[in-house]
């Protein structure tokens, strides 16, 4: 407990301590959160219909990081024949041009894969997009249909349909892609994105996968090794741009490891709009069905989610108002929304009432080697982590029996991370608790009853997760390798528990580490491979009946990423 505790404390107070002190270290760079790019503002003709948020990159521009939108400090500007660029910005050691003054400005591309968390210079695999000098101005493509304006950009459904990174950034990527003209206005965006592959696990045990048991149907209980096909997700990003101020955003999506017995195979993931124009002010505001934003959970996996991710990631089943702020490295959020039970870590008591909150701060420092260090946390009022019925689903828990002694209190959730980022090197710790142990885990008996000697019992539910990765150019694009380890404490581990056949059952800690690489071949497609060691079978749903944390199991996933 007092480690658990301890390593709380310190996370936060780093935090708190870091965001006075490292801007004098940074050097106060005007920059946006993450390693999203302000472009420069300059003077377009009156007849462009471009972004004022964005600048000229030169045809002969190359750079050795990621960034493809400035050409090295000290290279010569481009010269052509009407007019000559002038310097105007310098961002690190990069440096970018004005554009002449008749000759209409491109975007950059690969700003799409930027946005609040999208790790410009930073941690995304992807390479430098060259730009393609003709109209429209924006990127991708742009097809007239009836008179309405249509356009796919690969890059932004990247950073919209990723399911290991930027999953609780979405709203603040739409404000950037539409400030760095990745989203051109009045226009209608589709894509999609599919993630899926062979997935394969060994255990020591029969029946307890630690992976593929959650996802349920997926393995027999009598099997010691299991092997599937599987599409992970399958969606489509809709996005739809309103003047300078409104972006709606849908995500209809298709998975195979859903919950089957209360969950559909095809389901309206997200659907929110935001208001906002970085442009104007700092200040917007996002509502509808969207990733309550709360922790970070970023995983550096090609394929599987942390245990950060799978215990703690807050997805809403209703609207959720997001009020937030967004200006020089600094996001400020808070949002509200309905008690009950939400798709994930969300639940409050009071289902037809505002019962539920969310709040977030993090702040990123950029510094001159083209790196970047950011700061966070966040807090959650309620959790499903607030009563010992583990059942799992909205059904589930109007139609079977909670235990006999029902234990219930509210049970919020804090969450820390500190994460480095440069073009060929990532590192991150995140560390996130319940305030309160979750009632499910205190030892007792199947009626819900305590085991005498642990009616003080103060073991909260918390996952550190520690990970790194390198990123250099292979094989014509760039590769990742990646090492995560994550390790979740649930119980007391010396306890020992009967399951209802009478067989004991332990479920105090488990363990999930994972090797993985993964290479971008260009801006429709990634492969990838992983492996993944876990210790430790507890499953979610009736933990004390099933668990045994010393199963260990190892897992192949094998697949691939791909979108337009």
């Not at 209409?104 to 992807?126: E, F, K």
């Not at 309905?338 to 009432?353: H, K, M, V, W, Y």
Request: with cysteine; hydrophobic share 35%; aromatic share 14%.
């Amino acid at each position: 407990m007092t480690r658990i505790v301890s390593t709380k404390l310190c996370l936060l107070g780093t935090s708190a301590f870091a965001a006075i002190a490292l801007p004098v270290m940074a050097g106060h760079n005007a920059m946006p959160l993450r390693g999203a790019w302000n472009a420069p503002q300059y003077a377009v003709p009156a007849q462009a219909t471009v972004p004022t948020r964005t600048h000229y990159i030169a045809q002969q521009a190359q750079l050795s990081g990621e960034m493809g939108c400035c050409v090295p400090a000290g290279a010569h500007a481009p010269v052509y024949a009407h007019t000559q660029a002038q310097p105007k910005v310098v961002y690190g050691h990069y440096q970018a041009y004005d554009a002449p003054a008749d000759l209409n400005p491109v975007p950059q591309t690969l700003l799409a894969s930027y946005g609040l968390r999208g790790r410009s210079h930073a941690s995304r695999i992807a390479g430098p997009v060259q730009p393609q000098y003709d109209r429209p101005h924006y990127a991708g493509n742009s097809y007239d249909v009836g008179g309405l304006n249509v356009r796919t950009s690969a890059a932004h459904t990247d950073r919209m349909l990723d399911w290991q990174e930027n999953t609780t950034g979405k709203a603040v990527t739409l404000l950037q892609h539409r400030r760095n003209g990745i989203l051109a206005p009045n226009s209608l965006y589709l894509g999609a994105g599919i993630k899926g592959g062979f997935m394969y696990q060994k255990t020591d045990a029969p029946g307890q996968f630690p992976i593929l048991s959650r996802f349920p149907f997926f393995s027999n209980r009598t099997d010691d090794e299991s092997g599937v096909f599987a599409i992970n997700n399958a969606a489509l990003a809709i996005t739809g741009t309103f003047g300078d101020w409104t972006t709606i955003y849908l995500q209809p999506e298709y998975s195979e490891t859903e919950y089957r017995s209360d969950q559909d195979e095809l389901q309206l993931r997200k659907a929110f709009v935001t208001f906002g124009n970085l442009d104007k002010t700092p200040f917007y505001a996002a509502f509808g069905r969207k990733t309550i934003d709360f922790g970070n959970f970023d995983g550096y996996n090609p394929f599987v989610h942390t245990e950060a991710q799978h215990y703690f990631w807050a997805a809403s089943d209703q609207p959720v108002l997001e009020l937030g702020y967004y200006n020089n490295g600094l996001k400020i959020t808070g949002s509200a929304f309905s008690g009950g039970r939400q798709l994930r870590t969300a639940f409050a008591d009071e289902d037809n009432n505002i019962a539920n909150y969310a709040a977030s701060i993090e702040k990123e420092f950029l510094f001159n080697n083209g790196g970047a260090l950011t700061f966070g946390t966040s807090y959650l009022h309620d959790s499903i982590y607030r009563d010992n019925f583990t059942a799992h689903t909205f059904g589930e828990r109007q139609t079977l029996t909670p235990p006999a002694n029902f234990i219930e209190y509210r049970n919020s959730v804090g969450s820390a991370f500190v994460e480095y980022n440069s073009p060929v090197f990532d590192a991150m710790l995140e560390y996130t608790s319940t305030f309160e142990p979750w009632a499910a885990a205190i030892p007792q008996d199947i009626d819900g009853n305590i085991v005498a000697g642990f009616e003080d019992f103060d073991e909260k539910l918390a996952v550190t997760v520690a990970q790194v990765r390198y990123k250099p150019r292979a094989f014509g694009g760039r590769t990742a390798f990646s090492a995560v380890g994550t390790w979740g404490n649930i119980s007391d581990e010396d306890y020992v528990g009967t399951n209802a056949r009478g067989g004991p059952t332990t479920f105090g800690k488990n363990e999930q580490h994972v090797l993985g690489v993964e290479h971008r071949f260009n801006e429709f497609i990634d492969f990838g491979a992983e492996y993944v060691y876990n210790k430790g079978f507890i499953p979610f749903v009736a933990p004390q009946q099933v668990s045994n944390q010393d199963t260990e199991a190892h897992a192949i996933n094998i697949g691939f990423k791909a979108r337009f």
